[in-house]
Nanobody, 124 residues
Framework: QVQLEESGGGLVQAGGSLRLSCATS????????MGWFGQAPGKERDFVAA????????MVADSVRGRFTISRDSAKEMAYLQMNSLRPEDTAVYFC?????????????????WGQGTQVTVSS
């Protein structure tokens, strides 16, 4: 079992930045891909970014490319989402997730473990 806990959300003005963190604990292993998903009110949970176990491969959604960066520190069992140039449409609850194996998943069902989420609100 793997536990995930997000932090770093908050209220920020458009154009601002936030850095989300995801701490992992439990039966952790470096052989997990980590992902971030965002869920806006009344909408489905959407893929934002994913990174493989070594940090050597990463991918981000088209909507955030050039603004958001995913990274991880496997030694510290942490994953991060750096969010720059935030827009009001980025407002959502952001969840981190872990998936065993080497594949970078973009669908929620590909991830076995989820955190509780952290709220990000971007004001215009």
């Amino acid at each position: 079992q793997v536990q995930l806990e997000e932090s770093g959300g908050g209220l920020v003005q458009a154009g601002g930045s936030l850095r989300l963190s995801c701490a992992t604990s439990g039966r952790t292993s470096s052989n997990y891909a980590m992902g971030w998903f965002g869920q806006a009110p009344g909408k489905e949970r959407d893929f934002v970014a994913a990174i493989n176990w070594s940090g050597g491969r990463a991918m981000v959604a088209d909507s955030v490319r050039g603004r958001f960066t995913i990274s991880r520190d496997s030694a510290k069992e942490m994953a991060y989402l750096q969010m720059n140039s935030l827009r009001p449409e980025d407002t959502a609850v952001y969840f981190c997730a872990a998936a065993p194996g080497l594949r970078l998943g973009v669908k929620g069902y590909e991830y076995d473990y989820w955190g509780q989420g952290t709220q990000v609100t971007v004001s215009s």
